[in-house]
Structures are given as C-alpha cells and as structure tokens.
C-alpha cells in the first residue's frame, strides 16, 4: 500500500494530498487539523476502536462516516472533520464512556467540548467502576512494539475486559510496563516492592534486577535479558542502571575532554 | 458401490448414469427426514425401528437417511417410494407408525393414516427432467393423497437451494451424481474459461444470499483480478440469526453442492485452497460436510487435477466456537487465522486483502450451492426467475406465531403475504398478524401494511428492514413490540465484540432504556433517546454488527409508536406481555374451584376453598402465566395494571 502516486481529495474544503498508505488522520496532523481520537497512538498499529476520530466522506449527494485512524481517502473524497454528523457521533461516544468511566477527567473535559454537560445513562450498577476505556493501547503496545504478547482481551461486549491469560500471572510479560505508560487513562499500574515489580491490574509479580554499579533495583531480569538481545549490548552496560550509565557517561565525556583541552 | 476416481467429464457422465439408473430403481425405498429438525422430534427412533422391523420384509427395501424437505411442521417425515408408485410422503410418524408403514408397503397401499403428500416425479432439476415415478392409473388409495402441488406448503414453492434436500441420502455422492451432481463443475473446469464463468455468474444476477446482497459475479472479478499468486475461496456456514436454520438444512441435506460451488468457484478466481467455517454448534452439518469432503476427494472432485483440467484445490473445515460476529467476514476471517474473531474495518475489502492479507472470496452456503445450478442451467434461466434487482429464489426459515413452520424456497418477489398467509398457512390459533420480522436481529420488523411487499434485498430495506440470511419470524396480536425490540437488541448486546464503543456501550444502554420502558420505568425523553442512540451507533459502530443493531429498534418506532407510548404515558402493554404492566386475576363467574391452578402455580400464589372460586394473591404472583395453561375454565384473564383493584 506504501507504493504508488498520492491522492488529492479535498478536506474541509481545500485541497489536500494523501501519500501512498497515508490516512485521513495524519493527513489532518500535517494541515493542522485537529481530529480527537482515544485509541491512536503512533507507536501502535492503527485499531479503529474508539470511534472518536470518526469524520464524513462525501461524494455528490452521498456521504458516510469513516473512520479517519484507517481510512485512506480516494481520488475526489470530500472530507469533513467536524461537521454536525461527526460531532453527533462524536458526542455519543463521549458521553457513552463518560457514563461508564466518570472517574477519568480527560473524557469529561472532550464531552464538554462536545456539548455533553452530564450522560444520561447512570453506570451500571453491576459493573465495577474502573477507568480503562478499552482502547487497546496496552494489547498492542505489548504485542506490536515489546513483541510478548501477554496481554489481550477477555469475554466480550460489555463484559470485555483487558485481561492476562486465563486471568494468571502472563508467562510472556517481562514486566517492562510498556502497558503502563502507553495507558491513557491510567487504568493500568506497577510497583516496585521488596525486589519485585507489581502489576497488580495483570496479577503479576516479577523480579526486579539491581545495578551492578549503585546496587538498586531498576529493572526486571527479562527485561534487561531483551533489551540487551535486541540493542545488542555489552552485559555491563545493560545491567546498569540509567542513572549510573548517565554518571558513567558523563565521566567518560570529562576524560576526553580533559585530555583534548590538555 | 465402490467407484474409482474421476478424472474426465466422461467419466463422470457414465457413472451418472449408472448412478442414476441405481437411484431410480424399481425397489422400494423409504426416505426418513434425518436433518436436525426431523431428529429433534424423534425420526432417529422411527429410522432405528424401521431398519430393525425391515428384515426380509420387502425385497430389495432400502432404509435411508435424506435431508429436510422444509416442512418441519409435519416432522418426523417418511417418504416411501414403492416400484411403479408415487412416492408419498407420510408425517408426524412416529416409531409405533412403522409396522403399519411396513404392512402398507408390503400390500402395495398407501398407509393413510400419516400420508399428507405424494410426489408423480423425482425432479432432475439441472437436466430439467422429471422422471415420472409412477406407471399407468393411480390406486384409488394413491389417487386421495393430495399431489404436492396441491399441497398449500409446497404449491407456491421453487426448489432451486434445495433442489436435491429431502431426496437424496446426504451421506451418499452417488445419490448427488444422480442427480446430476459435478456435472456443473465438470463443464465448468473443461469448457469454461474462468472469465467465462464470472460472467455467466453476473449475468445471472446471483446476489449474496448471507444477508449483504452484493452482486456474486462482481465479487467474484474483483477477487480475480486482485494482485498477487494466493487467493481463497470461503464458504461462510456460521449461520447464527435466532430461528434461522437455512445453510444447516443445505449443508445437512446436501453438503456436496456447497463443495461443488466452490470448485466452480476456485477456478474461476484462481485459487487453491478453500475453507468452510461452520459453527461448532451444527455437528450433523459438520459430521456430513466432513463425509462428503472426503468422498469429493476420493473421487477427485478435489485434488491437483480436477477432471483433467489442471486445476488445482482443496477445501478444509473450520468450526466456529459461537460467536455470532464470527459471521462477520472480516471476523470469521481472524477467527480462522486463530485471531480472536473480532471485526475489522472494511476501507480495503477482503476480496483484495482478506484470510492472511490475501484475496479472499467469501460467499455464504445458499450463493456457493445456487452457482451450479446457474452454470448448469444456464444464466438466462435463473435469471428469468425472480423480480429486477433480486434473482433466483431464496430460502426463508419461516418461523414464530405461524401454522405451518419450515424452511420456504421461493421466486424472488414473492410477496410476504403470499409466504406467510398461503404457504405458511397465517397466524396459528386464528389469531392476527402483527409483523414480520426478516432478516435476523438486526432486521426490522414490518407491519400488515406492508404485507404485499415483495421479498427482494431492495424493496425489504426500503422497509427499513433487509433481506439477511433469510430468518423470517411472524408475529400475532399477542406480541408486545417494545418486548420483540428488546430481545433483538439483548441478542446483539450479548453478541455485540465489544471492540468498537457505539456498539458496545451504546446497545447496553439501549437495552438498559428498553428494559426501563417493559418494566414501566418509562421515561417522556426515552423515545427521542433511542433515536439519537441508534443514529450514532449506526453511523459509528466499526461493522454491520453495530451498524444494524438498532433495526429492531428503530422498525418498531417506526411502526408501532403507539405501543412505546402506551408503555410509557400510561405504564400500559397493549398486549398484555410485559409482566410488571400486567396482572392474572381468576374471573369468579367461569372458576370452577377445581384447584387445577393451585398446584401448577410455582409460587403457590392462588389459593380458595374447593370447588369455590379461587383468587390469586398478587403479592406473590410472578406472572410466569403457568396458571393461564393449566385452567380449563379459561377463567384465568390478563389484566391490564400492575395493581390490584
């Protein structure tokens, strides 16, 4: 899809071009235009999952909505971003999620712009309140870019839910917590424990490695083990914490600066 | 018989004799409809004690198994087929039945207590022949079974689909050569060039039959000219609509014309290998899909060299573990790459990047079993059936408040009225029509007004409804609406991946409001809130799951507003359904005091002095209306009111 000539289409009115495999959302990025999405993330696969970024395609008479994270426009499309459909749609989504994760404050604040003042749908009771909105960002995250796979979904519907392996401590998680920091809506957590890392979200305890320089624990052992297989490393460099690399470097550097100025 | 492969449209064409010669022997035959239906309601006890009972009874009887004719509602069905005789059809037979059968048989007479039908001619549909069972005048017994065509369930009906169920033994590719089988495939592979095919497929007209309706022929060129060495054929067999059982009876009844629709198929894409995804939940359907795989490939049907052609292909069976979105292509394409069975955007469409980013033509079973039919017969002939924009016939499971319940193949463009009334016999226990729900879940119900609609993909969405699968579930007066919409959408809630936000959140909250409404927790603004819920989870939802959900919803809004708004403004249920708007109350003047209810009540909530009228305690009562079937004084009313008086 990488191949081949661009696209003119028109957005918002004005002519634009997509590249080869580019989608309406970057294409938005590099105008300047600003499309709200929840599940995007340039580090991951694109998902279509959040239905935020949706927008409107017309041809003629006949339009639709897309879905601007995968949609590649075609010769003559007719982009909307904001028109009254894509904001009705927008609203919706917006407030489904705020009824369902009152207690995450960036999606009360989009509603808003949205014009979306309170849902009118009460949580469900039988559901437990929790603030992971499904994006999928951790899934990918920790399949696409780590390449464990440990974690993906579980049930479906509303019951569907980010989940390890029969709901036990993942075999494959090396305790990176990639998952943790792509999370937008910090659903997912670790902690550094007596020697160990918690993920409490992923019922995961791994052990931390210490530095071979300052002695604290800074990393897990597979982690270390991947990231020195994959960067190639010298084990010394690996089992060092980022701290003490930086004093290590910044050491290194004064030597030769020393020597050169001497 | 023991047959060698075939390798030449010669050698085909002999043994197709032969085997037609075999089928149409002089012996008696008796045919038990062994599909899941007919053994849901006991044909494997009459098939069990027909072969027990057969010893040496009748020269030369054969005892078989066939697929399911459609008329479920006379199951179990034995059809018996005597030298020189019209075949008849016996139903509602039961194991104590078979003697008399037998008695019957070996007397050369018509065992009338159970005969509803005879057939003068075994049909050759793809010869277009009809071979003549019977020899010289009717016995005066045989001459008093209507002829099916007098039948009111099979009058109206064209058997294209099911062209060879209830006729043939499933588990026999003889019996399918007989009847012309391969023979399609067989030209097709050594007189055809594939572009030859796809052509003759879009003139046809052929229309995915799985519920979308696109244009087979287009699929099938777009899928040939996509780039690339690989291509695959897929047969979608995940038929999941409630009471929709249609591609089960073909596969059932007549797995190897799915087979050969693939052949011709696969040629005329260009691929080489196959796949059937069919739900776990069928194991007949897969146990015969798996037989006649092996039987095609012995045959060598399927193989490196299909009739000397050099075509190349192979089909593999898939099951599917129940997910209903698992009939969703791109769906049912993760699923079978071992991927969670989760739908994809469709920008790019499968047949150019589908099953492992490769061209993928999926069709549905009754499209794949209609092409050998039209390659056979001929575009123009198929084409000459059914109305402008919808050709062919189309298998219906009609179902629901109706008399005569079954599987229904007709021209397109029939009317719903003339399905349902004159085929289907209208409404059980007199009572009126309400509406008729097409195709599936996501479906939408449509009113008596529009009961002289024709049955055709353009006119049913018009309605706001659509063509589907072809579930068909018919409605009486004694149907509540709000209660139909909120079954549909409860299905879909459950079925619903929960990928995509609209669909996921938005149907819950739309059950949520449903179920507020039937539980007389209405509120003024719910109407316009499910409106602008189903706008947004239509116009959002990543797949057609999410993009037809609302249907149910929005049909009966539609078209029964009035019903809503009873719900709603007057806590009221015009049909007396919903059960926290009703209330069973014993009318003193037709009790009895039999106490029949009493002890059928589960909440032990009716109580009186015997053989004086009795009373129900509401306080207790949950309305199961268990006491309304156990009264024989029809005393027991439904009130409208949840209080007492």
């Given at each position: 899809?990488?191949e081949?000539?661009?696209t003119?289409?028109?957005?918002?009115?004005?002519p634009?071009?997509?590249?080869?495999?580019e989608t309406?959302?970057?294409?938005?990025?590099r105008?300047?235009?600003?499309?709200?999405?929840?599940?995007?993330?340039d580090?991951?696969?694109?998902?279509?999952?959040?239905?935020l970024c949706v927008?409107?395609?017309?041809w003629?008479k006949r339009?639709?909505?897309?879905?601007?994270?995968i949609?590649?426009?075609?010769?003559?499309?007719?982009?909307?971003?904001?028109?009254?459909r894509?904001r009705?749609?927008?609203?919706?989504?917006?407030e489904?999620?705020w009824s369902r994760h009152?207690?995450v404050?960036?999606?009360r604040?989009?509603?808003g712009?949205?014009g979306?003042?309170?849902p009118?749908?009460?949580a469900?009771?039988?559901?437990?309140?929790?603030?992971c909105i499904?994006?999928?960002?951790?899934?990918?995250?920790?399949?696409?870019?780590?390449?464990?796979?440990?974690?993906?979904?579980?049930?479906?519907?509303?019951?569907?839910?980010?989940?390890?392996?029969?709901?036990?401590?993942?075999?494959?998680c090396?305790?990176?917590?990639?998952?943790?920091?792509i999370c937008p809506?910090g659903?997912?957590?670790?902690?550094?424990?007596?020697?160990?890392?918690?993920?409490?979200?992923?019922?995961?305890e791994?052990p931390?490695?210490?530095?071979?320089?300052?002695?604290?624990?800074?990393?897990?052992?597979?982690?270390i083990?991947?990231?020195q297989?994959?960067?190639?490393l010298p084990?010394?460099v690996?089992e060092?914490?980022?701290?003490?690399?930086?004093?290590q470097?910044?050491?290194a550097m004064?030597?030769?600066?020393?020597?050169k100025?001497? | 018989?023991?047959?060698?492969?075939i390798?030449?449209p010669?050698?085909?064409a002999?043994l197709?004799a032969s085997?037609?010669?075999?089928?149409l022997?002089?012996k008696p035959?008796?045919?038990?409809?062994?599909?899941?239906?007919?053994?849901?309601t006991?044909a494997?006890?009459?098939?069990?004690?027909?072969?027990?009972q057969?010893?040496?009874?009748?020269d030369g009887?054969?005892v078989?198994?066939?697929?399911?004719?459609?008329?479920?509602?006379l199951?179990p069905?034995?059809?018996?087929?005597?030298?020189?005789?019209?075949?008849?059809t016996?139903?509602?037979?039961t194991s104590?039945?078979?003697p008399?059968i037998?008695?019957?048989?070996?007397?050369?007479?018509?065992?009338e207590?159970?005969?509803?039908g005879?057939?003068?001619?075994?049909?050759?549909?793809?010869?277009?022949?009809?071979?003549?069972?019977?020899r010289?005048?009717f016995?005066e017994?045989v001459?008093?079974?209507p002829?099916?065509e007098?039948?009111?369930f099979?009058?109206?009906?064209?058997?294209?689909?099911?062209?060879?169920?209830?006729y043939?033994?499933?588990?026999?590719?003889?019996?399918?050569?007989?009847?012309?089988?391969?023979?399609?495939?067989?030209?097709?592979?050594?007189?055809?060039?594939p572009?030859?095919?796809?052509?003759e497929?879009?003139t046809s007209?052929?229309?995915?039959r799985?519920?979308g309706?696109?244009?087979?022929?287009?699929k099938?060129?777009?899928?040939?000219?996509?780039?690339?060495?690989?291509?695959?054929?897929?047969?979608?067999?995940d038929?999941?609509d409630?009471?929709?059982?249609?591609?089960r009876?073909?596969i059932?009844?007549?797995?190897?014309?799915?087979i050969?629709g693939?052949?011709?198929g696969?040629?005329?894409?260009?691929?080489?290998e196959?796949?059937?995804?069919v739900?776990?939940?069928?194991?007949l359907?897969?146990?015969r899909?798996?037989?006649?795989?092996?039987q095609?490939e012995?045959?060598?049907?399927?193989?490196?060299?299909?009739?000397?052609?050099?075509?190349?292909?192979?089909?593999?069976i898939?099951?599917?573990?129940?997910a209903?979105?698992?009939?969703?292509?791109t769906a049912l394409?993760?699923?079978?790459?071992?991927?969670v069975?989760?739908p994809?955007?469709?920008?790019?469409h499968?047949?150019e990047?589908?099953?492992?980013?490769?061209?993928?033509?999926l069709?549905?079973v009754?499209t794949?079993?209609n092409?050998p039919?039209?390659?056979a017969?001929?575009?123009?002939w198929y084409?000459?059936?059914?109305t402008?924009?919808?050709?062919?016939?189309?298998?219906?499971?009609?179902?629901?408040?109706?008399?005569r319940?079954?599987?229904?193949?007709?021209?397109m463009?029939?009317t719903?009225?003339?399905?349902?009334?004159d085929?289907?016999?209208?409404?059980?226990n007199?009572?009126?029509?309400k509406?008729v729900?097409?195709?599936?879940?996501?479906?939408?119900?449509?009113?008596?007004?529009?009961?002289?609609?024709?049955?055709?993909?353009?006119?049913?969405?018009k309605l706001?409804?659509?063509?589907?699968s072809?579930?068909?579930i018919?409605?009486?007066?004694?149907?509540?609406?709000?209660?139909?919409?909120?079954?549909f959408?409860?299905?879909?809630?459950?079925?619903?991946?929960?990928?995509?936000?609209?669909?996921?959140?938005?149907?819950?909250?739309m059950l949520?409001?449903?179920d507020?409404?039937?539980e007389?927790?209405?509120?003024?603004?719910?109407?316009?809130l499910?409106h602008?819920l189903?706008e947004?989870?239509?116009?959002?939802?990543?797949?057609?799951?999410?993009?037809?959900?609302?249907n149910p919803?929005?049909?009966?809004l539609?078209y029964?507003?009035?019903?809503?708004?009873?719900?709603?403004?007057?806590?009221?249920?015009?049909?007396?359904?919903?059960?926290?708007?009703?209330?069973?109350?014993?009318d003193p003047?037709?009790?009895t005091?039999?106490?029949?209810c009493?002890?059928?009540?589960?909440e032990?909530?009716?109580s009186g002095?015997?053989?004086?009228?009795?009373?129900?305690?509401?306080?207790?009562?949950?309305?199961?209306?268990?006491c309304?079937?156990a009264c024989r004084?029809?005393a027991i009313?439904?009130k409208?009111?949840?209080?007492?008086?």
């Amino acid at each position: 899809m990488t191949e081949g000539e661009d696209t003119p289409f028109t957005l918002n009115g004005k002519p634009a071009v997509a590249h080869p495999g580019e989608t309406v959302l970057s294409v938005a990025k590099r105008h300047g235009i600003h499309i709200p999405t929840l599940c995007h993330h340039d580090a991951v696969a694109p998902y279509g999952a959040c239905r935020l970024c949706v927008v409107e395609v017309s041809w003629g008479k006949r339009s639709k909505i897309v879905t601007s994270c995968i949609y590649m426009p075609y010769e003559n499309d007719s982009v909307e971003t904001d028109s009254a459909r894509v904001r009705r749609v927008r609203a919706m989504v917006l407030e489904l999620l705020w009824s369902r994760h009152p207690e995450v404050e960036a999606l009360r604040d989009l509603a808003g712009e949205y014009g979306v003042e309170e849902p009118r749908f009460g949580a469900d009771p039988s559901e437990a309140p929790n603030r992971c909105i499904l994006c999928g960002m951790c899934v990918r995250v920790c399949a696409e870019v780590v390449g464990q796979h440990a974690i993906g979904y579980a049930r479906r519907g509303s019951e569907r839910r980010i989940s390890t392996p029969y709901g036990d401590a993942a075999e494959e998680c090396i305790g990176c917590a990639a998952c943790v920091f792509i999370c937008p809506t910090g659903a997912l957590h670790y902690e550094d424990v007596g020697g160990l890392r918690l993920m409490k979200e992923l019922q995961t305890e791994i052990p931390l490695a210490s530095c071979r320089s300052c002695g604290e624990p800074f990393a897990t052992e597979q982690q270390i083990a991947r990231v020195q297989e994959r960067l190639n490393l010298p084990k010394e460099v690996a089992e060092t914490c980022p701290r003490c690399r930086g004093t290590q470097h910044r050491r290194a550097m004064e030597k030769v600066l020393v020597t050169k100025r001497s | 018989m023991k047959t060698s492969p075939i390798s030449t449209p010669a050698q085909l064409a002999k043994l197709a004799a032969s085997a037609r010669k075999a089928f149409l022997a002089p012996k008696p035959k008796i045919l038990v409809g062994a599909a899941t239906c007919g053994l849901a309601t006991g044909a494997g006890r009459v098939l069990d004690a027909l072969r027990e009972q057969t010893n040496g009874k009748l020269d030369g009887l054969r005892v078989l198994e066939t697929g399911c004719i459609g008329a479920c509602f006379l199951e179990p069905l034995v059809d018996v087929v005597m030298p020189g005789q019209a075949r008849i059809t016996y139903a509602h037979v039961t194991s104590e039945d078979d003697p008399g059968i037998l008695d019957a048989m070996a007397e050369g007479k018509v065992y009338e207590k159970r005969a509803v039908g005879r057939i003068d001619a075994e049909p050759f549909l793809l010869d277009d022949v009809k071979k003549n069972y019977r020899r010289g005048k009717f016995a005066e017994d045989v001459r008093k079974v209507p002829s099916y065509e007098k039948v009111p369930f099979f009058a109206g009906q064209l058997h294209v689909a099911m062209r060879n169920c209830g006729y043939i033994d499933p588990s026999s590719i003889e019996d399918y050569i007989a009847k012309g089988g391969y023979s399609a495939a067989a030209k097709a592979l050594t007189e055809m060039e594939p572009e030859q095919i796809i052509e003759e497929i879009k003139t046809s007209g052929l229309r995915g039959r799985g519920g979308g309706g696109f244009p087979t022929g287009r699929k099938w060129e777009t899928a040939r000219k996509a780039p690339g060495d690989v291509r695959y054929v897929i047969c979608n067999a995940d038929e999941g609509d409630p009471g929709a059982y249609m591609d089960r009876a073909i596969i059932e009844g007549d797995p190897h014309s799915v087979i050969e629709g693939m052949i011709i198929g696969s040629y005329a894409i260009g691929s080489h290998e196959g796949y059937v995804y069919v739900r776990e939940e069928y194991p007949l359907a897969v146990k015969r899909l798996r037989l006649a795989l092996r039987q095609a490939e012995e045959m060598g049907f399927l193989g490196d060299n299909i009739f000397g052609s050099g075509h190349r292909f192979r089909i593999r069976i898939n099951r599917g573990a129940g997910a209903f979105v698992c009939g969703e292509s791109t769906a049912l394409m993760a699923s079978l790459e071992g991927r969670v069975g989760e739908p994809r955007a469709k920008y790019i469409h499968t047949v150019e990047s589908g099953l492992w980013a490769k061209p993928s033509c999926l069709n549905n079973v009754e499209t794949w079993n209609n092409v050998p039919v039209i390659i056979a017969r001929g575009a123009e002939w198929y084409a000459s059936i059914g109305t402008e924009g919808s050709k062919g016939t189309k298998v219906f499971s009609l179902v629901g408040k109706v008399n005569r319940v079954g599987l229904v193949e007709v021209p397109m463009g029939m009317t719903l009225r003339q399905v349902i009334e004159d085929i289907g016999g209208g409404i059980e226990n007199g009572g009126q029509f309400k509406a008729v729900q097409t195709g599936g879940p996501s479906g939408g119900c449509i009113p008596s007004e529009y009961l002289d609609s024709p049955v055709d993909f353009d006119e049913l969405t018009k309605l706001g409804s659509m063509m589907g699968s072809g579930g068909m579930i018919v409605m009486d007066d004694r149907t509540c609406m709000v209660d139909v919409a909120r079954y549909f959408l409860a299905f879909l809630k459950d079925e619903s991946c929960g990928k995509c936000v609209p669909c996921r959140e938005g149907t819950a909250r739309m059950l949520e409001i449903l179920d507020g409404i039937c539980e007389g927790r209405g509120r003024p603004g719910d109407i316009d809130l499910l409106h602008e819920l189903s706008e947004a989870i239509v116009d959002g939802s990543l797949c057609a799951l999410g993009g037809s959900a609302p249907n149910p919803v929005l049909t009966t809004l539609k078209y029964f507003s009035e019903e809503y708004r009873a719900h709603i403004e007057d806590r009221r249920c015009p049909a007396k359904v919903c059960r926290a708007l009703i209330r069973f109350a014993i009318d003193p003047d037709k009790c009895t005091g039999c106490a029949a209810c009493v002890s059928a009540c589960p909440e032990k909530a009716i109580s009186g002095e015997k053989k004086e009228p009795h009373a129900i305690d509401q306080t207790k009562c949950v309305k199961c209306g268990v006491c309304v079937d156990a009264c024989r004084f029809d005393a027991i009313e439904v009130k409208q009111g949840s209080e007492t008086e």
